[in-house]
């Protein structure tokens, strides 16, 4: 089954996000503030230009 990653913020707590992470047989939720989602974004930013870098030196999508 594919993979469903949510992103949920709290109207009545601002700054405060809900992740929750569901693969059908594995289910997970972690609460973050705004610093930690952030740093999440900047992660998975990071780790796309990587993986771009690696199909351009290999000539194009894997």
């Known amino acids: 089954m594919a993979t469903r990653v949510c992103v949920d913020n709290y109207e009545a707590y601002p700054g405060i996000f809900r992740v929750s992470f ?18 999440l974004r900047s992660c998975v930013t990071d780790s ?14 894997l």
Do not use: H, K, N
């Open 22 to 39: 569901d693969s059908g047989d594995v289910r997970a939720a972690v609460v973050l503030t705004r610093p930690q989602l952030e740093q």
């Open 48 to 61: 796309l230009a990587r993986d771009d870098a690696v199909r351009r030196r290999r000539g194009g999508d």
